[in-house]
């Protein structure tokens, strides 16, 4: 829509004036707050998810891979809360409302989330680097798609969530 000279989206181009290319896989996993699990327990199957309260996106974000595959494997889940975007999705997740896929480069980032069950094969999205055919050839965006691509080995662990968090922050990955 000419909104913006470069976008890195998370769903594959559908217009054919946009041009670009896959730059990385984000992974997903299910998380949960310190004090759900605390007080409810961690998953070790996912169809375990089904004994828990979920928070489930709603809106535009209803169809999403991640919705649709929460819903297959727990179809009996409490729902303890929808949220329209991913900001909403972690608020509500980290004020212990339930479960809740997000990308691991979400979850592993905020201390107040607890990994539960994951990365979930299944719900792995892409990342893609696009640009307006019109804006091609323009020197500085140009220039900078290609720094993206040149600077794609250092960038797709960031991406993918495959950085390990910074010095002093633990991360677990809960079973129990």
């Given at each position: ?22 730059i ?71 004020s ?28 792995t ?5 696009l ?46």
């Open positions: 829509k000419g909104q913006a000279d470069i976008a890195i989206r998370a769903v594959p181009p559908i217009d054919d004036t946009l041009f670009g290319r896959k990385a896989d984000s992974s997903w996993a299910v998380y949960a707050s310190q004090s759900y699990v605390k007080r409810y327990g961690g998953v070790k199957r996912s169809e375990d998810i089904d004994e828990h309260s979920i928070v489930l996106f709603d809106g535009k974000m209803r169809d999403h891979r991640s919705a649709r595959w929460l819903k297959s494997v727990a179809p009996n889940a409490r729902i303890a809360a929808r949220a329209n975007n991913m900001l909403a999705m972690q608020l509500a997740v980290k212990g409302a339930g479960l809740a896929p997000m990308p691991v480069i979400v979850g592993e980032k905020d201390e107040a989330l607890v990994r539960v069950f994951g990365p979930v094969k299944e719900i999205t892409p990342f893609f680097l640009i307006h055919g019109d804006m091609k050839r323009t020197p500085r965006v140009r220039a900078f798609f290609d720094f993206m691509i040149e600077e794609l080995p250092r960038l797709r662990p960031l991406l993918s969530g495959k950085v390990e968090r910074r010095k002093g922050h633990k991360r677990r990955n809960s079973k129990t």
